[in-house]
């Protein structure tokens, strides 16, 4: 099984990395200019931790990536290099009707126009696990309901 620390090549753009925090929310950082603790955070994964997301993940980084490279931030073959990379990355995609109902509900209790951003935070509820996310607005909300959550990059 691959590990978060056999993925160190693809520092070159922060993508993978933050896509494991909230699905590439995050538009494309020079290398130069990447915050430390997103890197510093990445590195401290171990085989004994569980990345886990909704399904939405894969939807999401196809999109940045390809908009990157029509951007010409990158280079069409790294973006499908790093597609096709995080397509084998072990992160347990979850997906189930009962993951839709609470990403609702959040997006009610936290007057939300959009729940897809609440979906991350439902799969970080349901597992009983963490939230990590470069999002400020996506951390307060997953704190107000007291969800454990560390914002990256702070």
Request: overall charge negative; proline content about 5%; aromatic content about 10%.
């Amino acid at each position: 099984m691959t590990t978060p620390h056999d993925w160190n090549e693809l520092h070159l753009v922060e993508e993978p990395a933050v896509a494991l925090f909230q699905a590439l929310g995050y538009h494309y950082v020079p290398p130069e200019q990447q915050d430390m603790s997103v890197q510093e955070r990445w590195l401290s994964f171990t085989p004994a931790d569980e990345l886990v997301a909704p399904s939405l993940l894969l939807a999401e980084c196809t999109f940045v990536l390809h908009e990157l490279a029509n951007r010409q931030q990158i280079g069409r073959t790294i973006a499908y290099g790093l597609l096709s990379a995080l397509l084998q990355f072990p992160v347990r995609l979850v997906e189930h009707a009962e993951v839709y109902q609470r990403a609702f509900q959040i997006a009610d209790q936290l007057e939300k126009s959009k729940a897809y951003d609440s979906l991350y935070i439902a799969v970080a509820e349901m597992e009983s696990g963490e939230l990590l996310t470069l999002d400020g607005e996506m951390y307060r909300g997953a704190q107000r309901l007291s969800i454990p959550s560390t914002l990256v990059g702070a």
